[in-house]
Structure formats: structure tokens, C-alpha cells
T-cell receptor
Framework: AQTVTQSQPEMSVQEAETVTLSCTYD???????LFWYKQPPSRQMILVIR??????QNATENRFSVNFQKAAKSFSLKISDSQLGDAAMYFC???????????????FGGGTRLMVKP | NAGVMQNPRHLVRRRGQEARLRCSPM?????VYWYRQLPEEGLKFMVY????????ESGMPKERFSAEFPKEGPSILRIQQVVRGDSAAYFC?????????????FGPGTRLTVT
């Protein structure tokens, strides 16, 4: 079974600065998707960015980018020019592309709470 | 285009009562997933349904929990004889297809409190 680990329970960043959130995962598969979701105080889960494992190029969405290291099974999220609205819980998630039921679910890490200081 | 709808947003039940949580997927989506989030934890998969079929219930507790997605109407997650440990946020997600690669779009969740 796949596992996803986020080793930073809390992080803080000064407004306009850059912060990196860490995520590692364990899998024996070669094809899969990785996601970062944001959960603000409203508790709505918002997809931030997606990475396909077969792509070597790191995904980027505006101020959000990832550093995907497949061999190291690492998938960190970098937030540039942090804004007050970025304050939230961030969850890393894995989705298998393998057969059977494994691809039906997202497997989430425990989350990192990001605080943004004005 | 309305997103995934869940109701109620908050539900309070006394121990032993039944809880019914409803989820209406996004328009055009026929695949529904339920997840549970305990306090200070990530989301945990419970069940995956298509219309009138349970495809994968590997994350569902063996007793007291059931789910359905009828041909007409919302998906229902039902918890019988609730206990304090059932207090959590329950999220529904939907996708247009269950095949690999399609994102799951999440609803706002239902926060269940068992007193």
C-alpha cells in the first residue's frame, strides 16, 4: 500500500517571501499522479497543482511550483511571493495508475499548516 | 456550473442515532468518492460509487456504515448508531470518469458532531 508523509506539521512564511512544503511517498509503482490540495479555514479542498510521474518537467501554476524527484520519491511544493490568502492546511496526495482498486482513491499525507505573517 | 454539493454542512447527533449525509456530484459526473477527515489528520478514503453500484468499499468500516448512489438523486452516506469516534468531517468528491488521471473535485464537507 502507498503511504504519503508530510514531515512538517507547521510552517510559517513572511508575506512576499518563498516557502517550500515537503512531501515524500512510498510506492513500488512507476506510474502515478501526485497532487497538492489546499484546505483553507472554510475546509473546502482546493486542487493547487498536479504532477504526472511520467513527466520529467516539474509542474507550475502561477506562484506554485513543485520539485518532483522520482528516484527519491519526493514531491515538494514551492509557493513564491506568499500572500495572506495562502494561509491554509496543505495536503499532498497520491493516486495510483495501476490496476485493481488502487487507482480509485487518493492517499493523503497528514498535512502541513502554513501561516503567513504580514 | 455548480460544484459538488453536500448537505447538511453541519450535523449534530446524539450517540445511538443515525446520520445521513448527502452528496450531489458536479453536473455530468457519475463517479462519487467519500472520504473522512478526523481532527488534525488528512483525508482517508472510504468508498467509491458509480450510479447504482459500489465499486470499492475497502475503506469503509465493516459495521454501521453504508453508502449508496441511486439512479436518481444524491449519493447518501449512512452511519447507524453513531458513536463519539464518528465525529469527523466527511467529504464527497466526484469525477467525470473513474479512470486514472481525472481529478476528483471535492465538496465543502459535512462536519458531524456526536454528543
Amino acid at each position: 500500500a502507498q503511504t504519503v508523509t508530510q514531515s512538517q506539521p507547521e510552517m510559517s512564511v513572511q508575506e512576499a517571501e518563498t516557502v517550500t512544503l515537503s512531501c515524500t511517498y512510498d510506492t513500488s509503482e512507476s506510474d502515478y499522479y501526485l497532487f497538492w490540495y489546499k484546505q483553507p479555514p472554510s475546509r473546502q479542498m482546493i486542487l493547487v497543482i498536479r504532477q504526472e510521474a511520467y513527466k520529467q518537467q516539474n509542474a507550475t501554476e502561477n506562484r506554485f511550483s513543485v520539485n518532483f524527484q522520482k528516484a527519491a520519491k519526493s514531491f515538494s511544493l514551492k509557493i513564491s511571493d506568499s500572500q495572506l490568502g495562502d494561509a491554509a492546511m496543505y495536503f499532498c496526495a497520491y493516486r495510483s495508475l495501476g490496476g485493481g482498486n488502487a487507482g480509485n482513491m487518493l492517499t493523503f499525507g497528514g498535512g502541513t499548516r502554513l501561516m503567513v505573517k504580514p | 456550473n455548480a460544484g459538488v454539493m453536500q448537505n447538511p454542512r453541519h450535523l449534530v447527533r446524539r450517540r445511538g442515532q443515525e446520520a445521513r449525509l448527502r452528496c450531489s456530484p458536479m453536473k455530468g459526473h457519475s463517479h462519487v468518492y467519500w472520504y473522512r477527515q478526523l481532527p488534525e489528520e488528512g483525508l482517508k478514503f472510504m468508498v467509491y460509487l458509480q450510479k447504482e453500484n459500489i465499486i470499492d468499499e475497502s475503506g469503509m468500516p465493516k459495521e454501521r456504515f453504508s453508502a449508496e448512489f441511486p439512479k436518481e438523486g444524491p449519493s447518501i452516506l449512512r452511519i447507524q448508531q453513531v458513536v463519539r469516534g464518528d465525529s469527523a468531517a466527511y467529504f464527497c468528491a466526484s469525477s467525470p470518469q473513474g479512470t486514472r488521471g481525472y481529478e476528483q473535485y471535492f465538496g465543502p464537507g459535512t462536519r458531524l458532531t456526536v454528543t
